[in-house]
């Protein structure tokens, strides 16, 4: 029954963590693909964007966990969908002109710019809590599920 209770808290991180894993193989496949075509620019480009959206993993990873903990899992999980779909564009638009992967790479800095800064103040809740006495938890929680929304302006 506990261990029931612990999954509720993370299951949401866990589904866009299983999608991030397929879509880092479907990445992995399609350069797969294009380094047997024999086309040296198509695997260059391809190449290119993968290694580009694999810097930029861990972090996502690391602050899209450190969100969902310290603050709430819904609106960490739904700024790293958004992540996922902003970078499946990143990825797609590289393979053609890399002009049209630029939408894709500056729309992505703002989920993960969002997660940041819920770690960041979910961090600092810990502290004042531990420290002082005064958790604002639930605050954070209904602030960031309003401001969520907010990263689907473009």
Not at 19 to 42: H, I, P, W, Y
Not at 63 to 85: E, K
Not at 101 to 127: A, D, E, H, Q, W
């Amino acid at each position: 029954m506990e261990n029931q209770v612990i999954v509720e808290h993370i299951f949401l991180l866990v589904i866009v963590t299983l999608f991030s894993v397929l879509q880092n193989a479907f990445f992995a496949v399609k350069l797969e693909r294009e380094g047997k075509s024999g086309c040296a620019t198509s695997f260059d480009r391809v190449s290119c964007a993968v290694r580009n959206c694999m810097d930029a993993y861990p972090t996502f990873l690391a602050v899209m966990w450190c969100a969902g903990l310290c603050v709430s899992q819904a609106p960490a999980a739904f700024a790293g969908v958004l992540y996922l779909i902003v970078r499946h564009k990143y990825f797609v638009g590289y393979m053609g002109q890399t002009s049209q992967s630029t939408p894709g790479y500056v729309f992505g800095k703002r989920p993960i710019l969002f997660l940041i800064l819920m770690c960041m103040v979910g961090i600092l809740n810990y502290l004042m809590a531990y420290f002082l006495g005064r958790c604002y938890k639930a605050q954070l929680k209904t602030v960031t599920s309003l401001t969520a929304s907010l990263l689907l302006i473009p």
